[in-house]
C-alpha cells in the first residue's frame, strides 16, 4: 500500500475555498476510470470516533472530469461558515474507479481559522 501525499489546507470562515487535484500516473497521464470522489473533513482520524465537520462529493462540492483524472474542488462560504473555529481536523479525498476500487489521493491537516467579516447585503 502506497503512502497518499500530504498537503495541509487553512480553511477561513465564510471564504470560498478551491483547490484542484490532477490523479495521473507516474508517466503524467491522466487517470481516467474515476466513477466517483468524497472529500471529508474530521475532527479526528478514523470514522469510529471522529465527527465530519463537512462531507462533499461530486454532486456537492467537486466537480469531477474523470475523462482528464481532474477534481475541482470547491467548498462555497456557507459551508465554511459552518465550521467550528478556531480549530484544526483532518482530511482526506478518495476517488472510486469505475471498477469500485477506492484510493486515498491527498490527505492532510485543516487548519480551520475564524473569519472576521461576513457578508452584509
Do not use: C, H
Not at 10 to 27: A, G, I, K, P, W
Not at 61 to 86: C, F, M, S, V
Amino acid at each position: 500500500m502506497t503512502t497518499p501525499p500530504t498537503k495541509d489546507i487553512t480553511l477561513y470562515q465564510n471564504d470560498t475555498f478551491e483547490m484542484t487535484v490532477v490523479y495521473e500516473d507516474s508517466d503524467g497521464n491522466p487517470i481516467t476510470n474515476l466513477n466517483k470522489a468524497q472529500l471529508q473533513i474530521k475532527t479526528a482520524k478514523g470514522a469510529a470516533f471522529s465527527a465530519a465537520l463537512l462531507v462533499v462529493n461530486e454532486t456537492a462540492g467537486i466537480t469531477l472530469t474523470a475523462n482528464q483524472g481532474r477534481l475541482a474542488i470547491k467548498l462555497t462560504d456557507e459551508q465554511t461558515a459552518g465550521l467550528t473555529a478556531p480549530g484544526s481536523g483532518y482530511y482526506d479525498l478518495v476517488v472510486e474507479t469505475t471498477a469500485n476500487d477506492k484510493y486515498v489521493l491527498l490527505q492532510g491537516e485543516v487548519a480551520i481559522l475564524q473569519g472576521v467579516t461576513t457578508w452584509q447585503t
